[in-house]
């Protein structure tokens, strides 16, 4: 980390890294390199799973490779807040993806990269969404989690962002965003941890409540 920091201040040049992958020059090749590796770890009984949260999916290179991880039957969940350059449900090219939207009371930027590795998940995070400016004019940063524990919390992260029924907007095959509606009891993400956070604190939730906010501005 001390190399990166040197390396921000213009004090040194690039050197070999051993968990770190940064951008302009390596960044976009490990994601595909990723990628590529799940789509040889999937098979037709155990399908590799790929999950992202990120704000936007814009570079055409990780785009192509996720329809090919697609098309060889990797099960991808994409929870993509902005712009998202990759059409899901389109059949023979992107019929196992899927991409939520999801906007509620908190602008987030967490991006989190989960793959299943053969049944030996990883876990990254990262400041760069998957967008040529980040790849290609930015420094960025791509470190694995190592600690098992906070890859499974990451991971169940993940999971209850694309279970959330009350602010998600699904991406459809013709570009058009729907509501997800959902017969039981909405699930929200954000206050599910929120909730989560005030209970290991041991703040009082009665100091803050969540409250939809109109169309015409008032809650």
Not at 35 to 48: C, F, T, V
Request: glycine share 6%; with cysteine.
């Amino acid at each position: 980390m001390g190399a990166f920091f040197n390396l921000l201040t213009g004090f040194s040049e690039s050197v070999g890294w051993s968990k770190l992958t940064i951008a302009p020059t390596s960044l976009r090749q490990r994601m595909l390199d990723l990628i590529e590796r799940e789509i040889k770890a999937s098979s037709p009984d155990h399908p590799g799973q790929i999950m992202i949260k990120a704000n936007s999916l814009e570079d055409i290179h990780v785009c192509q490779a996720l329809y090919r991880a697609s098309a060889a039957g990797v099960r991808i969940k994409l929870n993509i807040r902005g712009i998202c350059c990759l059409r899901p449900g389109i059949k023979g090219l992107s019929e196992h993806i899927e991409v939520v939207s999801i906007l509620d009371r908190y602008l987030e930027h967490a991006r989190i990269y989960y793959f299943d590795n053969g049944g030996h998940p990883e876990v990254y995070l990262s400041s760069a969404d998957m967008m040529g400016r980040n790849l290609d004019r930015r420094l960025e940063l791509l470190f694995p989690i190592a600690q098992p524990d906070l890859r499974q919390r990451l991971s169940s992260i993940l999971e209850t962002y694309f279970s959330d029924t009350a602010n998600a907007w699904q991406l459809c095959s013709d570009g058009v965003y729907k509501r997800m509606v959902s017969k039981e009891e909405p699930l929200r993400s954000q206050q599910s941890f929120y909730e989560q956070i005030t209970d290991a604190a041991g703040f009082q939730k009665a100091r803050f409540r969540f409250r939809p906010i109109r169309s015409n501005g008032k809650q």
